[in-house]
């Protein structure tokens, strides 16, 4: 594979995303973070862009509420086989007794950190007072993550945003609260609540937060590309990117970061007989995983991610949307794909 010379090289100390980063007593192996995302994150994923060189994935988020942990969904959610550890499991919710309930469930599950989710901006998540709603009550965060932090002998990490309306941007005072709670590390979205994903994240209140507390920070929102990852750091000082929905369809990026990190240039995009591997290989696990019916119906967004941009896939989609089982499923994408 050859490589093409980016224009913007890499900052000097690019060589920080690419050192291991301490996380209470854990070693993550590098500063590469996948973001939790509700239904994305899930096993398979997680472990595909751990094989591409991220260094942490979060799962993706359970409901603090112990009626929901018999639900098939959510059995998923709290399924670690075969990850690489150290394995980072979220929960969401809104009353401190259940959080702390859940997080202690997440460990005897066999997870190594626990990650409080008050960034979700969804609105049935939002409407239990949970997620980026949290942001409204300081004095509930602290409670919260006051007993998340006590319930469990691993650490804690959280997730949110600046804040939960523009012009109320409080991340600076939640940082604190984090900090002072025992939280091992914080990752920030650089929109508000209110902001959902419309506009450009900003950074800059990250970077005052980096400046004002001793925890770990991560920069997460709009890192779409090695320079971006680069940059962001390099402005906001931060221990660690996140990324999130540039990885869906290309879970190589975080492999594409440490190759311009370590070179200044990026490689090219997978050429068409990479991405059938990947994407064949991704297909398998997700059967597996999910079993006929739902891993079918599950794929179809990571193949539509995949193949996006490629020629005919318009075409090739609405067919593939078509197929009712796994087997057409896999031939169909395998044949659009082929040479």
Not at 57 to 78: G, Q
Not at 125 to 136: M, R
Not at 217 to 244: E, H, L, R, Y
Not at 323 to 338: G, H, P, R
Request: proline share 4%; glycine share 8%; charged share 20%.
């Amino acid at each position: 594979m050859t490589t093409t010379q980016n224009q913007e090289k890499p900052l000097k100390n690019q060589h920080i995303l690419l050192q291991p980063l301490q996380i209470g007593g854990l070693t993550i192996e590098n500063r590469l973070c996948v973001a939790p995302m509700a239904g994305v994150t899930d096993n398979p994923f997680r472990k595909l862009c751990k094989s591409f060189g991220a260094g942490h994935a979060v799962s993706e988020m359970i409901i603090a509420d112990t009626a929901l942990y018999a639900r098939k969904k959510s059995l998923y959610r709290a399924n670690f086989d075969g990850e690489i550890a150290p394995i980072s499991a979220q929960i969401a919710g809104a009353e401190p007794d259940k959080l702390a309930d859940a997080a202690r469930f997440q460990v005897d599950n066999g997870a190594q950190i626990v990650d409080i989710n008050m960034g979700c901006p969804a609105k049935k998540v939002c409407k239990k007072l949970a997620g980026s709603a949290l942001l409204q009550d300081e004095d509930l965060v602290k409670r919260l993550l006051d007993t998340a932090v006590n319930a469990v002998n691993v650490p804690v990490t959280l997730k949110t945003r600046l804040g939960f309306a523009n012009g109320q941007e409080n991340i600076l005072s939640v940082a604190k609260i984090a900090e002072q709670a025992g939280i091992a590390a914080i990752a920030i979205h650089g929109r508000t609540r209110e902001d959902f994903y419309t506009g450009q994240a900003r950074y800059e209140l990250i970077k005052e937060v980096k400046q004002s507390i001793n925890i770990p920070v991560i920069v997460n929102g709009d890192i779409d590309s090695p320079a971006k990852a680069v940059a962001v750091q390099a402005m906001t000082g931060a221990d660690a990117v996140m990324i999130g929905r540039a990885a869906q369809g290309q879970p190589w990026i975080f492999r594409d970061i440490a190759h311009f990190v370590r070179t200044g240039e990026v490689p090219p995009a997978p050429n068409l007989t990479e991405l059938r591997q990947i994407v064949l290989a991704h297909l398998e696990e997700l059967y597996r995983f999910y079993g006929e019916y739902s891993g079918c119906r599950i794929a179809r967004k990571h193949i539509a991610w995949y193949t996006g941009g490629l020629p005919n896939s318009n075409a090739f989609r609405e067919a593939m949307y078509a197929c009712q089982t796994t087997d057409e499923q896999f031939a169909a994408v395998a044949n659009f794909l082929s040479d």
